[in-house]
């Protein structure tokens, strides 16, 4: 056979040699010392965020421990607790607790609204309707975040849609009752915590509905059969196998929607009441007032926050899930 | 002769693991041989150590008189077919193939011809425009095959080639390699857990346990007369008998094998021999496997068709021949 | 025994899950019909009348051209750092295991999971400690730290599910580390990269929050809309130019969704 004589040639050395030139001497020489090549290849990524980003950050940090002087309003750059302290202040601890209580209401109602689509998207949804759901889910999260900002300045605006809906409801009055409560209430929806709320769950839900989806997806449909094989109704198994397993997508999808809420200071900007959030106190502060210190030390609350909050979710595995 | 390929007190460790534990090997030119061994036990190591993609920690690796060691796999003319097949997605089964040609620099035509030969070898002609994702586990297998020989290899490694593939295409794929490797005269050495495999067709067979070659020989030399307890349990189905039964059946010492097939059952509990009890009875087509319990020690014995199968519970005796029981040297 | 697969959802859950898309998907949608609203004072619904009178006025508008350059402008170079950046980490992540490999993806990660404003803030403090005169590069500088995680986790999702295997047989048949690159690497992961910078491309067109802190006179399109909904003064052109900014968006998402689905499919059938 002509093949078996082109297939085997006994002649060929066992060892090549080197293709010419400084690719072939370069490939060689990363074969040999692997870590050379891992060296250069994390160099340029951990040069950039190493020095613009821990850089800065750090930079900011140690403002923090500066202090403003009262009267010259310039930065004293000597170390300092006392911009710590005037965290403490009330009207600065006001902004700090009215900020996280915030964000753990809007993660809850996140979760709540989220786990249905994720649940129907995971389990249900096939072929088509899968592709279709993802997108469905994927365009929101990644539309402008102002444009959707926007859109609920139109919503929840007096002339807007949905106190045009509630009128032809015949549901204004409920509105109005809710508007008159305190804390809650306000002038008008857009004007309200009320509706900073409806907008920082609408914002930030699609980062809640992906990562539970994930962990629903991750569910093997065996498991649920075997829960049915044991007797269990639907309703048992769901509460018993699958929300259990569903937890650490919430803890994930919690950490997004915690994070963003903690930092955000445009939504309560725009929609809201004159009641500030830590992410306009801090840009007030660095801004109009010059008080870097102060405002250095109200990011340092989100990061502390994240910090003890991310420990928490690793606990609960939140980690697998992302 | 220069030896395809030469193992001097090879060992690779992984940290505190011995994957391979100085390891001393020979491999004829043109000789289709096979390791063999559990998972972990050291064979894919010394095969990847071959194809270059293991430095050995210490020791001496030559390729046809060539030492290899620092050598990158892209330089060594050696190929592999791997486990998965690894075939490139992205391409073509022509592409595939004509792949190592392609990055040594063969001009166009010259590879397409050659690699539409290597496919006609692996009797797939007329494949070369489909992607492996259009393929059949064995196709793949196929194609992953003719992807190696087109570079025409000293040495062909091959990782548990069949390991993917279901039984019947398996029996047909070891038959086609055999002759392959016969009639293009490569070095084939291939990996593989399944003592079936490795004996019906290596020329020679090294076994494998814990980074450790525990015997290199013919297929007939480690079925018959394996080299340890170890062997004798991997190898095939022997029963492992302990030195005390050795002692007073033929009066020698060690651990001793005894073939199921060896052992005569014979129901007539009045002749001479071993008294045992049936166990458990299994029918498995060429033959029916019997378990028994002999002297307190659990054997197996195996009735070929048309003979007369005793009944789980039925009291029987057990004989065999003088040379059946093959005597191992004492447990490394 | 039937799995919930074949079963069909009940109608609770039918509702909610309704319920959620259409939360999602209508203020979006309002969007649109606002852009074509004869009213130009106030957010009326219904809109009294509809035209396309406002889609010429915004074509018209100097300044709005001005902050869609500097987007574009930012956003493609931004995505063109964080391509080099984002695989260059996902490489030598997925490649090998080596101390401290962990830190290297929370570090990646970091400027994302952390606020905006703190990424922002410490930006522009560093700039003005180092007396660094904002202007375009420094928009750039920050929206490509945050942008590297898109094309990172990307690359690296798909480095994971290409076949190490893959890699080795290259070499096996004797390609060396650049031909390895060249002919097998890149065309696994390009889908993946392509898919990772259009989604950063996205991230920085779209960014506001970091840009508020590293601009000074530039103005981004989101700049200048976050001006336009703090002061609203040309409520028409606004909702067109919100209208244009959904629809920029939407094909770059659309096609990485693609592009990383038919990837799957590639990779997946080469097992």
Known sequence: MSDTVALSDRSAPAVLTARNGVLGALSDLFWRKPKLLLFLMLLPPVLWLGIVYLGSLFALLLQSFFSIDEYSGMIKREFTLKTYGELLQPSNLDIIIRTVVMATLV??????????????????????????????????????????????????????????????????????????????????????????????????????????????????????????????????????????????????GSIFTFSLTLGDYIIPKIIGTSHLFIGQAVYAHQGTAGNIPLAAAFTVVPIVVMGLYLWMAKRMGAFDAI | MIAAVSFENVSRHFGSVKAVDQVDLVVQPGEFFAMLGPSGSGKTTCLRLIAGFEQPTTGAISIFGERAEGVPPYRRNVNTVFQDYALFPHMNVLDNVAYGLKVKGVPRIERIRTAEDALALVRLPGYGTRKPGQLSGGQRQRVALARALVNRPKVLLLDEPLGALDLKLRENMQEELKALQKTLGITFIFVTHDQGEALSMADRVAVFNDGRIMQVGTPQDIYARPASRFVADFVGSSNVVPPDFVKRHCQRDGWGSLRPEAIRVSTETNGTGIPARVVSVSYTGAATRLGLDAEGLRLHATVPVGAIVPEQGADVVLSFGANALHVMAADA | MRSDREASAPFGLKLAAAGGLLFLHVPILLIFVYAFTTEDKTYQWPPPGFTTQWLAVTWNRPD???????????????????????????????????????????????????????????????????????????IVLGHATFCVVVVYNNAVARFRRTAGSLIEASYDLGADGFQTFRHVVLPNIGTALLAGGMLAFALSFDEVIVTTFTAGQQQTLPIWMLEELVRPRQRPVTNVVAMVVVLVTLFPIIAAYYLTREGDQVSGAGK
């Open chain 1, 107 to 252: 993660t809850i109602a996140s979760a709540i609204v989220a786990f249905p689509i994720a649940y129907y998207a995971a389990r249900y949804a096939r072929g088509k309707w899968k592709a279709l759901f993802y997108l469905a889910i994927m365009l929101p999260l990644w539309s402008s975040y102002l444009v959707k900002v926007y859109a609920w300045k139109l919503i929840l605006s007096k002339e807007g849609i949905l106190n045009w809906a509630l009128a032809k409801l015949h549901l204004t009055g409920l509105l109005e009752a809710w508007l008159a409560l305190p804390i809650v209430g306000g002038n008008s929806l857009s004007v309200s915590s009320t509706g900073t709320f409806i907008v920082f769950v609408y914002v930030w839900l699609p980062f809640m509905i992906l990562p539970i989806q994930a962990s629903l997806e991750r569910i093997p449909v065996s498991l649920i059969e075997a829960s049915a094989d044991l007797g269990a109704s639907p309703g048992q198994s769901f509460w018993n196998v699958i929300f259990p397993l569903a937890l650490p997508g919430v803890a994930a």
């Open chain 3, 64 to 138: 709005v051209w001005e902050a869609l350059t500097t987007s574009v402008k930012v956003a493609a170079i931004a995505t063109l750092i964080a391509l080099v950046l984002g695989t260059l980490c996902a490489a030598a992540v997925s490649g090998s295991r080596f101390f401290g490999r962990e830190v290297i993806s929370l570090l990646i990660i970091l400027p994302i999971a952390l606020p905006g404003i703190i990424t922002g803030i410490s930006l522009r403090s560093a700039f003005s400690l180092m007396d660094i005169p904002f202007s375009t590069w420094t």
